[in-house]
């Protein structure tokens, strides 16, 4: 409260306290569980191929294991041969090992969980280490161009979901395409970081990108959609005080996703 010479005399404190309604509990309850199952949904579709990114470093370890075990039976000890093998299959092993660790983190319910500091690189890698021989396998160029100097305020998994939601609606998309390939890249400028996801597609008409954010609304069949992909990512965007749209002064398919670079503005 301020005087009529301008000085402060005193202040007015209000306090609100307002009682959840057990519809209310209820209903958010309701969504929690549906934006739960859409998010398992569309993480079982871009896991599809998951026997794939399994099975081919499986592959390779046992072929190499063969190979170590005839040369030991034929007394063709070489150093260097099996020195060279074994740190293969070592690191194949730790493929393996991250592809389910993923698999793992990304199945689980995050939404009770706390926001930290995470490269933004890394949960690009992570997420991509679950469907990399899936999109190679349908000769589909992914072209990662992402700054390792990049950290996001956030909880990764739910990044991660909304990357698996475009990659999804990038590979349906340009599964007739000659020439396919999608590019994520980064950019910092000004108080954003900034991820431009691009894919080969002719772009997005003016018509349906007023409803592309809309719960339910898909442009696919109902096989392959449930509509709640974009939804769920402008609705995870928001819950980390950024944004993501669509760049219509682009020739191809372009989603641009703005996230704050201080924690002031992200808490």
């Known amino acids: ?39 398992l949904a569309s993480l079982g579709k871009m896991a599809s191929g998951i026997a794939h990114e399994i099975n081919n ?92 100097e990049i950290s996001i305020y956030c909880q990764n998994v739910m990044i991660s979901q909304v990357l698996i939601n475009l990659l999804n609606n990038s590979f349906d998309a340009i599964q007739t395409f000659d020439n396919k390939w999608i590019k994520i890249e980064s950019e910092s400028t000004g108080m954003v970081n900034r991820l431009i996801f691009t894919d080969c597609g002719n772009g997005i008409s003016n018509e349906v990108c007023k409803k592309i954010f809309t719960p339910f ?14 939804a769920l990512a402008k609705e995870t965007m928001h819950f980390h005080n950024g944004t993501i749209s669509v760049n219509h002064n682009f020739e191809n398919t372009q989603f641009i996703l703005e996230f704050p670079r201080t924690l002031l503005s992200a808490v």
């Open 1 to 39: 409260m301020i005087n009529k010479s301008g000085r402060i005399y005193g202040y007015v404190v209000r306090l609100d306290y307002a009682e959840e309604s057990e519809m209310q509990k209820e209903r958010n309850k309701d969504q929690a569980q549906s934006l739960q199952s859409s998010r």
């Open 57 to 148: 470093p499986l592959a390779i370890i046992a072929a190499k294991a063969s190979l170590l075990q005839m040369k030991i039976e034929r007394d063709d000890v070489d150093a260097a041969y099996f020195k060279t093998s074994l740190e293969l299959i070592n690191k194949t092993t730790k493929r393996i090992s991250t592809i389910v660790s993923n698999l793992k983190a990304l199945s689980t319910d995050s939404v009770n969980d706390n926001k930290e500091w995470h490269s933004l690189s890394k949960i690009i890698n992570n997420t991509m280490s679950l469907c990399e021989d899936k999109f190679k396998r349908n000769n589909i160029d992914v072209q990662i161009a992402v700054s390792d």
């Open 217 to 230: 609304f898909t442009t696919k069949s109902i096989d392959n959609g449930t509509g709640l992909g974009l």
